[in-house]
């Protein structure tokens, strides 16, 4: 099953990073000379696919309206679900980017009573929305390993992602939502019949990895504590080019870090690319503005078309009979 | 082949929507009576130019494909990527995440999983791992790829052409991933081995050579005008006449065919040439292009333009100032989202502007084709109008929004407009199943032939339960839309799901209502149907 393709997966990273743990040479590769690589391919991997995408054409204006177009002077028209200028499509996405608009419109259906009803479902909006704002912050978080001295702002956030100084150290509220968001989504990928019926083992493998880090990076912040200064020091390391071997960061670590490089790796060649994609979008990023603006189509060539005077051709007669004018007598 | 018997509404309704045991990669596809189209006719393709034409049928074990199916087909793949941003990206960037999932009629009617929106492109998109991603190539089934084979080839013809590229999904989808898009692709890439549906190419033949889908022949137009003015004169005493390939004329009048060949769309035509007559418009139908709708659009993009041509040269041929365009779904996908690209620039129009109320139609200026209920609905705002909704009594409404309109136009208003000015009793249907979210008739995009009627009431049976509620409330008695594909396939499934319920165009419906100058009065409606209150009092 693909699920347990997936598990296996996982399973095998995790056996690798605890044989990178115990071996000095590995340990090495992983801390000095896997983070360039990893970066470089993510950075690398991720601008290809970029500019794999625009290079190819939007032969047509193809926008998807869900909202009242812009037509007469008093019909409200609903700038932001059919937009018709930029500023209504630079809405229009920001909605999408940031609040998820168009899965807050998911409904399910159950056949009650021979016929068709549906409900409300927002949860996968609801944890779909918590897993990546806190993953965004989580992320954002991180800098503070690799900035010296900590800028503010991420000193601000870290302060008000512990606000509620649950426990020491301070539980912060993104890791618990995260937890809360994965978990959701891998436990609806696994028990909902339909969802795991259309899942891929890389669709499993997205979420365990994620799993992965947030599990390793929690056990570190409360259980198995990682020296941070090393960390801090191994990080600093990096971004100066002067990378040197960590000492008491303790084996979980290395698991950390080699599911973080296996997710960088990976990224710009799995469906996480949708990070990029969704700028790209056609139904979503143009303007229904179709008869206002012409669109150009760069390589719309001629068809083969039939001609009023081939159409004449034929019907002449028949035209003449009928009393219709003609072109040539 | 004989037409197989659909089952009964109690059977079809007894929907389950587990997944099979044995993963969709290994359950083969069934071509079950009922459920599928017939193969397009080597006539047709033979007139178009089209490859392989051929006898033969989908349940067939031999397609006869040309010996390089294959590589025809990985070429076309190949070729699309590159032509098409939104092809490639759509291949790229799903989830799986299952929002679209149940939003397809199809699926909701079938409970079979390949009609989920996101399985139906991984029909296409396992074979695109396969020959164009590295992971694909490396990796196999544990990337999601799958070989091209003839099964594989066979399940694409069965779920693209189960498909009514309604844009639902896309509604729902984070990232806007249109199924339309892909099945649209998948459509072209089986066209390119001679795989099509006859519903499609048959009309689209006829298009091409005659102007409309009917293959009805310029005189043959002209009658079945001239009739239909005979018919507005006995039910209203008013002459109106039926200007034709009329050189000088301000507008050209598009509209699909289906308009003027059958009822209840010729209701439509008939109010749409009475409405015309009332304002003493200088327009003109066209007998070469007598149909604006389009069925390239279920083929292929480049059949859509080989069709759309006509309309653009005979607006300059007879040199109008502008276009007028009827009521029609597909038809204005194509007009509002493909036109002016393809067979554009419209420099020879004028920027359209209502001759009556002088409002200039500013959302139309560089096409410079209207759509009718804008059209109509200006004139009903400015008052240049006079309505007797209570001619319409007898009706009691709901109106089905037609997907292209809806999710390719955003055209909402204008519609219920005018139904509120010309009707006493409207009533909406439920919100998840109107406006950007309607569902759809379920025999679109070529699928509403007789042939493929159990998967018709299938995909159609969201709509017409969303209708059966409103009759079952309201006492809803009439389904009005905007489309002559709807108002075919709706009356097949109102009489199927919903019998009682009638299907009637909106310009249908002012038509009844609208007051016209010299008329008699009026006992009937367009149909012959007695006015409530008249028949009372005849009857006294
Ligand atoms: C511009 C940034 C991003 C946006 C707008 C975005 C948006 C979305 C949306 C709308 C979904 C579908 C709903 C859901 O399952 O939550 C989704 C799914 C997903 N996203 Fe993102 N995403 C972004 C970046 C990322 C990044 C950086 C990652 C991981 C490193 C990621 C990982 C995932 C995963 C694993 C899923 C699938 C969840 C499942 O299996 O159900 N996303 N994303
Ligand atoms: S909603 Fe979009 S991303 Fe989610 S499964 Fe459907 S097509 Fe894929
Ligand atoms: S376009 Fe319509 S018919 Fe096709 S998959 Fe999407 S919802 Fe279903």
Redesign the pocket.
């Known amino acids: 099953m693909n699920l347990i393709a997936a598990l296996i997966a996982v399973l095998i990273l995790t056996l690798s990073a605890l044989g990178i743990a115990f071996s000095a040479t590995l340990s090495f590769l992983l801390t000095a000379i896997l983070p360039y690589a990893a970066f470089t391919v993510f950075i690398g991997g991720f601008i290809y696919r970029i500019v794999k995408w625009a290079k190819a054409p939007v032969p047509f204006r193809i926008t998807t309206t869900c909202g009242q177009q812009t037509s007469l002077p008093w019909i409200k028209n609903n700038p932001l679900e059919s937009p018709s200028n930029v500023w209504s499509v630079m809405g229009r996405m920001a909605l999408?980017?940031?609040l998820?608009r168009?899965?807050f419109r998911n409904t399910d259906v159950a056949i009650v009573g021979q016929r068709p009803v549906y409900g409300s479902a927002k949860w996968?909006?609801f944890?779909?929305?918590l897993?990546?704002w806190s993953?965004?912050i989580i992320?954002l978080r991180h800098l503070r390993f690799f900035i010296e001295p900590i800028t503010p702002w991420i000193k601000s956030l870290s302060t008000i992602d512990g606000f509620f100084e649950i426990g020491v150290p301070t539980l912060y509220l993104s890791d618990v939502a995260i937890v809360a968001?994965?978990t959701f989504?891998?436990l609806?990928?696994m028990t909902v019949p339909r969802?795991r019926y259309i899942?891929l083992v890389t669709?499993?493998f997205?979420?365990l990895l994620?799993l992965g880090i947030v599990t390793t990076g929690l056990l570190m912040r409360h259980f198995f504590p990682a020296d941070l200064l090393h960390v801090k020091n191994l990080a600093l390391g990096w971004v100066t080019f002067a990378p040197a071997a960590p000492k008491g960061v303790g084996t979980v670590f290395y698991i950390h870090l080699s599911f973080v490089f296996t997710?960088l790796v990976w990224?710009p060649s799995s469906?996480?690319m949708?990070?990029?994609g969704?700028?790209l979008s056609p139904t979503r990023n143009l303007a229904n503005d179709n008869r206002m603006k012409r669109h150009l189509n760069p390589w719309n060539a001629p068809v083969k078309v039939h001609t009023y005077e081939e159409y004449e051709e034929e019907f002449r007669d028949k035209m003449k009979l009928a009393g219709l004018p003609v072109e040539k007598e | 082949m004989a037409a197989v018997k659909t089952p009964k509404p109690d059977e079809l309704i007894a929907i389950r929507y587990a997944p099979p045991e044995t993963p969709w990669m290994e359950t083969p596809t069934v071509f079950r009576p009922g459920t599928w189209s017939y193969s397009g006719g080597a006539k047709s393709l033979t007139a178009l130019g089209l490859p392989n034409p051929r006898a033969w049928q989908p349940p067939d074990e031999d397609w006869k494909l040309p010996a390089n199916w294959q590589s025809i087909i990985l070429e076309g793949l190949r070729e699309r990527l590159e032509k098409y941003r939104s092809f490639r990206l759509f291949m790229d960037i799903c989830?799986?995440?299952?929002?679209c999932a149940d939003k397809c009629h199809f699926y909701i009617g079938s409970g079979d999983p390949k009609n989920m929106p996101v399985l139906r492109a991984e029909l296409l998109r396992s074979v695109y791992r396969r020959y164009f991603t590295e992971s694909g190539k490396r990796f196999g089934k544990l990337a999601g790829a799958r070989d091209l084979t003839i099964d594989v080839l066979k399940e694409w013809f069965y779920y693209f052409y189960q498909c009514t590229e309604c844009r639902r999904c896309s509604v729902f989808c984070?990232?806007g991933i249109d199924q339309a898009e892909i099945t649209t692709m998948g459509r072209e890439l089986l066209s390119l081995v001679g795989c099509n549906i006859n519903w499609v190419m048959e009309p689209v033949a006829n298009c091409f050579r005659t102007g409309n889908h009917l293959g009805i022949q310029p005189g043959g137009v002209k009658d079945m005008l001239e009739f239909m003015a005979d018919d507005i004169e006995d039910k209203t005493g008013v002459h109106v006449e039926v200007p034709l390939n009329k050189k000088g004329a301000e507008i050209l009048f598009v509209t699909p065919s289906g308009d003027y060949f059958a009822d209840p769309g010729t209701y439509t035509c008939m109010g749409y040439m009475m409405l015309f007559h009332e304002i003493g418009l200088n327009y003109t139908f066209s007998t070469y292009a007598s149909d604006g709708g389009n069925f390239g659009l279920f083929t292929s993009h480049e059949m859509i333009k080989r069709l759309n041509a006509k309309i653009y040269a005979e607006a300059k041929r007879l040199g109008v100032k502008w276009i007028l365009g009827g009521e029609c779904g597909h038809m204005w996908r194509v007009l509002h989202q493909y036109m002016d690209t393809m067979n554009g620039p419209a420099d020879f129009l004028q920027e359209p502007v209502s001759p009556i109320t002088g409002t200039r139609f500013e959302n139309a200026r560089a096409t410079r084709i209207v759509h009718i209920a804008e059209f109509t609905s200006d004139l009903i705002r400015s008052g240049k109008l006079k309505l007797d909704p209570s001619r319409n009594d007898h009706l009691r409404v709901t109106y089905h929004d037609s997907c292209n309109p809806a999710r390719a136009m955003g055209l909402f208003e204008e519609p219920r407009y005018i139904i509120r000015h010309a009707c006493n009793h409207f009533h909406e249907m439920a919100e998840d199943t109107i406006r950007e979210k309607t569902l759809c008739c379920g025999g679109g995009a070529g699928l509403g032939n007789d042939e493929n009627m159990e998967m018709r009431m299938r995909g159609g049976m969201p709509r017409a339960m969303a209708v059966k509620q409103v009759k079952e409330k309201h006492g809803v008695n009439r389904l009005a839309c905007m489309c002559a594909i709807d108002r075919a396939t709706l009356t097949s499934l109102m009489d199927y799901w919903v019998p009682g319920v009638t299907v009637m165009g909106v310009h249908e419906l002012l038509a009844n209502a609208l007051i016209m100058k010299g008329e008699k009065e009026r006992t009937t409606d367009l149909r012959g149907e007695p006015l409530e209150g008249k028949a009372a009092d005849e009857a006294l």
């Open positions: 999408e980017l940031f998820f168009s899965l996968l909006w944890f779909g929305l897993f990546h993953l965004l992320v968001g994965l989504l891998f609806r990928r969802l899942s669709d499993y997205a979420l994620l997710l990224f469906k996480l949708h990070m990029g969704i700028f | 989830v799986r995440c299952g929002a984070p990232y």
